[in-house]
DNA sequence: GTGTATAATGTAAACGTTTACATAAATCAT
DNA sequence: ATGATTTATGTAAACGTTTACATTATACAC
């Protein structure tokens, strides 16, 4: 009981394969008669192309690939629902690939593209990409790659890339924290090695010493960018001999965990602690009180992200492009206040 | 420049293809002496099996099909991350539909799986799958698929599938919620056809039925899943004339937007109203207050159904297989109080 | 060293498409 | 009706693997 295969409609409709073939390809090339007669053997049959053969045929998948440290966090979930939005009507199907754990390494993301298994790939502040054993230099520069949501440092900047400026969003928030009269602010990072926070805190970090302050190693702690993590990394930060009035959270995710922690602590937000988040996910505008924060154009940096990748793979490979920066905006809700003492 | 192919490698080794293959695939068949001179050849030219003519050769993809409401709702995350603990471990790659706005029909889904996309498919809580027209009766019995999350109906039971007893953990919310001494018990439901909320709905009439009491049109409110749409459903529950002094959710997303809503217009949860949500997502025991609950085994599920498409794939297939239903739990927290008045 | 058993390699077919090219059929002007 | 032109169909090669089978090389016993 295998399934139909091409040159059983042929049989069945009397017509060569090529007939059959360019019916399903190019029906305008056959006569009304004839595709009458293959679609009906087409309808007897059961018969549905086999994407194996007609992937390998044309040497192409017909799927993306998306690399991201987790699909679980709102963030990346809106951007994903901007790549899917484009790569539904454009025909490609997402082969997901979380990091989380790093249970992949760059080595093996780099030879699933090499070995055709997806025409394209998305890496979304993954960690650096591509050690050198799997791709030269030349194939790494021909490879349809685009990145998402984090610049890709130096050397390597030949991928195009559309996220937004982290340094000055970051430097933004912290800024709004002291103007606010914030002096003690505590930053929560991601992961020591984490591309994603590691210009968030840099701008954290500038907007402290443009203001005097020295924020010390004991202003920032590491939240792992999830929500475990960032209670735990909030508790640490409370528990120190002069705790912080504020405390700025690379993401929104962490910005939640902050908060439980703060109010498990028996503190009110914003009365004692101020907290900022980073992100907007949907879950910001409902915490109580509403999380100030940082907005990103989620949605549509997946979109731009997949466009530039269509564009990659359908054109022709574009070298040492620009980063496309797209713009951020501060959003203040109740999260954050003046401090009491 | 084209990249390299076994013929490249087998010439370069001064070997055939057949070796090269072998050297790949079962290296313990050729001699050590030929094995390092063809690896010699691979590091060389930069060879990697090309995936596509693999695949078609082999007539699989390693590739698995999981369609699901969402990948953004927080307890489809922690299924997905059960199924791709499985199918990382036994060399599967994640192919992710989501069918949020229904971009993709069940036809499209069946025609996936029949034109060898994927090598199996998992269906999470979808709408009741596959037209007739795609897939004839035969085929989809032998279509290795499992169902996760959620019962499909009559006829179609010969798809194994692995769940919780959606309508006893129902009916247990609600009691739970009847034994507090509520009375007048709101449900939000996902969308009118969702499978994965009409059980729940069914558990909730049935308790509400037991006690005594006439749950009405107008107790039920559909808040299609997502935060939002439970936003606007408290909204309107809150303003009828006689209002609710408890809400259950269908899932612990709805029952973020409510306890949001309920807190906007003003009123206290769980003093004024009580909030019972349904998943157990990593948010509930961060929510202010912690949100009472059902808790589900996700990633247990994911695990589940991923091994028992493999069983599908790898052995034969299960005719009219039993569900596997795994145990739910009520979690108590501080959402629920006695109702005031 | 011969013959036999075993291990290693080579040869060639097959998988199901698509497509360049060749051929046959239909259309049209005359 | 004939030939010229266009349109529709058929033929066959190609894509890069894997693998059954045939062949050759090696090891071993005598």
Redesign the pocket.
Known sequence: M??????D??RLA?????????????P????????EKVQEAIRQTG????T???N????KTQVIMVVLPSVGDPFFTGVMSGIRAVSDESGYSLLINETQFNTMTEDEIGAMVV?KLADGIILLASMSPFGTRVLSAESRRALPIVIGCEAISSELDAFPSVHIDNVAAAREATEYLLSQGHRKIAFISGQPDSLLTREREEGYRHAMKEAGIDAGNDCIASGGLTLGGAIEATRVLLSRKDPPSAIFCANDEMAMGCMHAIKANGLSVPRDISVMGFDDTRYAKIMDPPLTTIYQPAEEIGERVMYRLLHEIEEERSHGSKPEIVPHKLIIRRSVARPSG
């Open positions: 295998t399934t139909a295969s091409i040159k409609v042929a009397g017509v060569s394969i090529a007939t059959v073939s360019r019916c399903i390809n190019s305008e090339q056959v006569r009304d008669t004839t595709r018969y549905s192309p086999n194996l053969a007609r390998f045929r044309r040497g070995s």
